[in-house]
């Protein structure tokens, strides 16, 4: 097996592994709120905690990757995530909080260690594509736990058995990506020192470098503006719109596997135009149109209308990611891949945190959703605006 397809596989398994911990209680939210005695939004501080140490980790990731090596750091990550799914699977909600945020510990680093294994082993000419082909493990892993997780209650007929069942599996394919270490990790530096300086450092690397700053700015819209879809698209569709939840269902799956589909596409187109920021003012403008047109959702509209819409959606919203990855660990310093990488992800992952916030807000003042979608599609399309307009700095050539 070739170097690449190994680091893609590995990358890829234990990308799926890491997002499917993280939305493992999402998947079975209603029967956690009913054991646990709590209304079913407590799933919204439970995902605040989980990005929380997302962007924590993430920022400081990049740093114990170059030190201990990618796989190295995987593991420990893996080995954090069962952990942080046997709190969650306790029956007290600030215990799950604190599995919540052991998960966004374990999840923040593993992609500046995927960066970093695919940046050492990938032509930069392939990178959109391979980065972009990982990146579909994202959606990949939260069908998987949609699927699995709650199969696994219904045998089991306890919800803890879910967690519990996951934390296993974790543990499992930490076990397994052993075997690849020696060939994966041949390039860490035994000299890095790991302190509160480096987290420093990789912000300012970031922030002082104009194509890395670029890329914080739009990473933390487009994320934020995904999660708004994942959290509040089945809600905006059964309760303002009323329609049928099943519907809703098949809604947020074509989203999701618009999402796998784009990631390929908008990695292909990336690297045939040879112009990441094209590419992504092009996501942007797509973004905003299609959060335009699902504001126009009603139950009149046919079926297949919506779905094709949310595909769309999923496509441009889900999308971007492979690209943006592949575009940090090119421009990054020599060496500094997973560095720049996590520190591009701490302002991704605010984004989760606070754009889903506004989103409620909003929600809040107007009392229905489709306000929410036009506000977050204008601030789409401010940010492709900017990067059609904008000149491509030296650092992004």
């Not at 945190?353 to 909003?362: C, D, K, N, Q």
């Amino acid at each position: 097996m070739s170097v690449i397809r190994l680091a893609l596989m590995s990358t890829m398994s234990i990308q799926a592994m890491a997002t499917a911990s993280t939305v493992t209680l999402s998947a079975i939210s209603p029967l956690v709120a009913q054991a646990i005695g709590m209304p079913s939004s407590f799933i919204g501080t439970y995902v605040c905690f989980l990005y929380i140490g997302a962007a924590i980790a993430a920022v400081s990731g990049g740093t114990m990757v170059t030190r201990f090596g990618g796989i190295h750091v995987s593991q420990a990550c893996l080995i954090l995530a069962a952990i942080g799914l046997i709190l969650s699977s306790m029956s007290y909600f600030w215990v799950i909080c604190i599995g919540g945020f052991l998960l966004g510990l374990s999840y923040g680093p593993i992609t500046p260690a995927s960066s970093d294994i695919l940046a050492h082993t990938v032509p930069k000419e392939r990178m959109g594509f391979v980065f972009s082909l990982k990146q579909t493990a994202v959606p990949l892993g939260s069908a998987l736990a949609g699927f699995i997780v709650p199969s696994v209650v219904l045998w089991a007929g306890n919800w803890q058995a879910g967690p519990h069942f996951m934390a296993v599996v974790a543990l499992c394919i930490a076990l397994i990506v052993l075997y690849h270490r020696s060939k994966l990790d041949d390039h860490f530096d035994t000299h890095a020192r790991f302190d509160i300086r480096t987290v420093i450092n990789a912000l300012r690397l970031v922030t002082g470098d104009p194509g890395l700053r670029r890329m914080c700015i739009v990473s933390f819209v487009y994320n934020g503006t995904q999660m708004c879809v994942f959290s509040y698209i089945v809600a905006y569709m059964v309760e303002d719109i009323h329609i049928p939840i099943v519907l809703a269902g098949i809604a947020l799956s074509a989203a999701s596997i618009g999402g796998m589909c784009g990631r390929l596409f908008w990695g292909i187109f990336a690297d045939w135009i040879r112009s990441p920021r094209i590419t992504l003012a092009i996501l942007g403008a797509l973004m905003s149109g299609m959060l335009v047109l699902t504001g126009f959702f009603s139950p009149e509209l046919p079926s297949f209308f919506m779905i094709a819409v949310c595909f769309c959606l999923g496509a441009s919203a889900i999308g971007w990611n492979g690209v943006y990855l592949a575009h940090v660990a090119r421009i990054a310093p020599k060496g500094k891949a997973s560095v720049a990488t996590g520190g591009t992800l701490f302002f991704t992952f605010g984004g989760a945190i606070f754009l889903p916030l506004f989103f409620g807000m909003i929600h809040s003042s107007f009392g229905a959703y489709f306000e929410s979608f036009y506000a977050t599609a204008g601030l789409c399309l401010v940010i492709a605006l900017w990067l059609f307009l904008s000149k491509t700095p030296k650092s992004d050539a």
